[in-house]
């Protein structure tokens, strides 16, 4: 990392307390141990402007040392890994790629789940029936797959199985009002390796306010 001293920030972190995608970036920052580089800010407080950096205004977004902005919680995810000896996505190129495609079903996962949250928040009228089954086909047949390949999935110390957490508790944070999010029936081996991983430092110190 150029120049930093401990202590000192050096980067801006664009979060809210509760994006999934920003907590990704939060727990790679704590797993990388250079969390106390990192400025937070609040991006959805008056005045913040991540409109002006990031195109999407989307969080997360990260301003590097040298200036630089990074948006997309992989990206950012994948430079916080690479300021010291790569861990989250391993360098060898064939266990990378798992990682990323591990990655991408999980993360997959959690956009369906965001995008038929979205659909329940309009009025019952303006609902599409056909949407929310899609996405939510996605959200089943994505956990499902990760249930047949749970060892695959959490056998390694990478970004692998702390995404898998903030995905499975994004997902019981709103299952209460969307029944359908239940998953513990159907995924047991899952549900009884989230009981014993979410205490993991990383995830439970970068737990939303509530959960
Ligand atoms: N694919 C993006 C998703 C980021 C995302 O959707 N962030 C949400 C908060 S959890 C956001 O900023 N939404 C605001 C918007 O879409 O306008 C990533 O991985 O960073």
């Known amino acids: ?96 790629r798992r990682v990323l495609q591990q990655e991408a079903i999980i993360l997959g996962v959690m956009d369906a789940a965001g995008l038929r949250r979205q659909e329940a928040r309009r009025e019952d009228s303006e609902q599409s029936a056909w949407w929310i089954g899609r996405q939510m086909l996605k959200f089943q047949r994505g956990l499902d797959k990760i249930e047949n390949e749970l060892d695959s999935f959490t056998a390694n110390d990478t970004i692998v199985p702390l995404e898998l957490c903030v995905a499975l508790e994004y997902i019981d944070r709103f299952q209460a009002s969307i029944p359908e999010f239940e998953w513990r029936a159907k995924h047991p081996k899952m549900a009884a390796w989230q009981a014993r991983y979410r205490e993991t430092p990383s995830v439970a110190a970068t737990r939303p306010p509530g959960d």
Do not use: C, W
């Open 1 to 96: 990392m150029s120049g930093a001293a401990r202590g000192t920030h050096s980067m801006k972190l664009y979060f809210s307390p509760t994006s999934p995608f920003a907590r990704i970036v939060h727990i790679a920052a704590l797993e990388k141990e250079v969390v106390d580089q990192i400025e937070f800010i609040p991006a959805r407080e008056p005045g913040a402007g991540l409109d002006r950096l990031n195109p999407l205004d989307k969080i997360p977004t990260l301003i590097t040392d040298d200036g630089e902005t990074l948006i997309e919680s992989r990206l950012i995810a994948l430079y916080i890994d690479g300021l010291g000896t790569p861990r989250l996505y391993p360098a060898d190129p064939a266990a990378r």
